[in-house]
């Protein structure tokens, strides 16, 4: 039988401090890009509750009465969904379009 060579425990491992600094800013524009879309959102939220509120005069709306936010919040849900998924579908592309120029 033969016997593993023992590994040897006293290699230093280097370590680039740019490395981690590197990836504290990609984490902290991560974290301001995400504050942002939130302020944006909310405005948005804002502006779309105004919409509402001036639409309340109409026929429709007023016979609906308390369904109306749950239309606000149903119509602000597809989209969103059809936002988030054309997002994808772009990031997804964007990946693909890499993968091929990595490879040439």
């Known amino acids: 039988m033969k016997k593993n060579k023992p590994v ?3 290699t230093l491992q280097i370590l680039n401090p740019l490395d981690d600094a ?3 800013v990609s ?3 991560k ?3 995400s504050a942002l879309t939130l302020v944006s959102a909310l405005a948005w939220n804002e502006a779309i509750k105004g919409i509402f509120e001036l639409l ?3 026929a429709l709306l007023k016979s ?3 369904l109306a936010p749950f239309l ?7 989209l969103t969904i059809l936002v988030i998924n054309n997002i994808q579908k772009i990031e997804k592309k964007l990946v693909m379009k890499k993968k091929v ?4």
């Open 8 to 10: 040897s425990k006293t």
């Open 22 to 24: 590197k990836e504290s």
């Open 27 to 29: 984490t902290s524009v």
């Open 31 to 33: 974290l301001i890009i």
């Open 56 to 58: 309340k005069e109409n």
């Open 64 to 66: 609906t009465g308390f």
């Open 72 to 78: 606000y919040a149903l119509v602000v849900t597809i």
């Open 101 to 104: 120029k990595i490879k040439d």
